[in-house]
């Protein structure tokens, strides 16, 4: 089901009210974090990582679904489209991010650093508009926690996202209070750790031949290369 | 070069690795989400609200269109199908619009002012859609009389990929 909400003359699903709270909630945090460290950033740089993330949420779709050219831009400018791809929208507000900085002759991992915690939170509350909206991809299930959702029980892996998207966020502020160097790298670990978990409950990745989960091995090997480098700076600090 | 790695990390990757082999998909028992790429059987209702079905006929290829009064895209695709009704008529080809989301009145009201030449069906709960994982609007889906799914096109379809499709559906029917 897609429960519609009706502002003024607009009406909205519920996954599009939640993500537009999200984003809000994103920008006034992360701005008010870069002020908290001395970083003054012109409102445009927030404006091009949304446009960019959801530019590169929707762009991750079409060519995911080889939509052919002579309809490409109108769908990618689709703003009442319910499709969108979270690594799309990941990939896209980093390259926004890098571009900006660069521009502004900043340094990326600081950047990335400043928004971990309100993005991950964002990305929490965003997963449970995806599950208020109906839109379940879960494997099928029959247990206790599972939900009815798209013609079938499932697991509710928007939950899981969000559950584990809000723990990252809490690993981020434990290690900000903790001043444990490299923020960047929490943030990664904060990122695979999701996806390394709620892949195996998605009905909609790739496999490899014997039900391997593609998405799974990569984050895995981001997992051990961020937290050895976590162990790495930490020896550094102890010295 | 010396490349050591922390037990803790080694640990770690091995946990890693034992998780993801747990569990991996079992991809000779896992149900599917629909019998391979066979068109699930929903009930739905026309707008005459009587009953109706997605099940093969074993007759007739049919082509299904999900659509929505409020998407643009729709609007814009409509006159092209309405266009291509008699021709796939006269083919054996069913159309059908379904509708996603709305309710009958609304359907109706948008009747009113913007005739469709298509079959319409109502599907309030979105089940087809659903079904078969596709939100965008306006998308397209082949369906050979034998309920195979031959394509699901997301977004306008144009005239001559329309015809493309429909001498597939025919050509697989016949054989």
């Known amino acids: 089901m897609m429960p519609l909400i009706s502002i003024g003359p607009l009406r909205m699903s519920t996954a599009g009210l939640v993500t537009l709270a999200a984003v809000a909630l994103w920008w006034c945090w992360s701005e008010r974090r870069f002020i908290a460290r001395g970083v003054l950033l012109p409102d445009w740089v927030f404006g091009v990582v949304i446009v960019a993330t959801w530019l590169g949420a929707r762009l991750w779709v079409l060519i995911e679904s080889a939509t052919p050219l002579d309809v490409f831009v109108p769908q990618l400018l689709a703003v009442r489209t319910l499709d969108f791809s979270w690594s799309g929208a990941f990939v896209g507000g980093l390259f926004a991010l890098y571009w900006s900085a660069k521009r502004m002759h900043a340094r990326l991992y600081t950047w990335v650093e400043i928004i971990s915690v309100p993005t991950l939170v964002a990305f929490s509350l965003g997963a449970f508009g995806s599950f208020w909206s109906g839109a379940d991809v879960g494997r099928l299930w029959d247990g206790p926690l599972s939900v009815y959702m798209v013609g079938a029980y499932r697991h509710p892996v928007q939950l899981y996202d969000m559950l584990l998207f809000g723990l990252g966020a809490c690993w981020c502020v434990w290690a900000e209070r903790q001043h444990l160097l490299g923020g960047w790298w929490h943030f990664v670990i904060a990122l695979a750790s999701n996806l390394l978990v709620v892949a195996s409950f998605r009905a909609d990745v790739a496999l490899l031949n014997g039900g391997i989960v593609v998405v799974q091995l990569g984050a895995l090997l981001l997992l051990i290369v961020a937290v050895e480098r976590v162990m790495m700076l930490q020896r550094q600090q102890a010295r | ?175």
């Not at chain 2, 266009?83 to 359907?107: D, K, S, W, Y």
């Open chain 2, 1 to 175: 070069m010396n490349v050591s790695i922390h037990p803790r990390v080694f640990v770690m990757l091995i946990v890693g690795l034992i998780w993801i082999i747990v569990t991996r998909h079992d991809t000779a028992t896992q149900p599917q989400f629909f019998d391979g790429n066979r068109i699930p059987d929903i009930q739905l209702m026309d707008v005459a609200d009587a009953v109706v079905s997605t099940k093969p006929s074993q007759a007739n290829p049919v082509v299904y269109t999900l659509w929505t009064t409020w998407c643009p895209a729709c609007a814009a695709n409509m006159p092209i199908l309405n266009q291509l009704v008699p021709e796939m008529e006269a083919r054996g080809i069913r159309m059908i619009a379904v509708n996603q989301g709305e309710t009958l009145v609304q359907i109706q009201t948008h009747l009113t002012h913007t005739p469709i030449a298509l079959e319409i069906w109502q599907d309030p709960q979105r089940q087809l859609g659903m079904a078969l994982q596709v939100n965008d609007l306006p998308s397209t889906i082949f369906v050979d009389a034998n309920g195979n799914i031959r394509l699901v096109y997301r977004g306008p379809i144009t005239s001559a990929l329309f015809r493309i499709m429909a001498d597939e559906l025919v050509h697989k029917t016949h054989r």
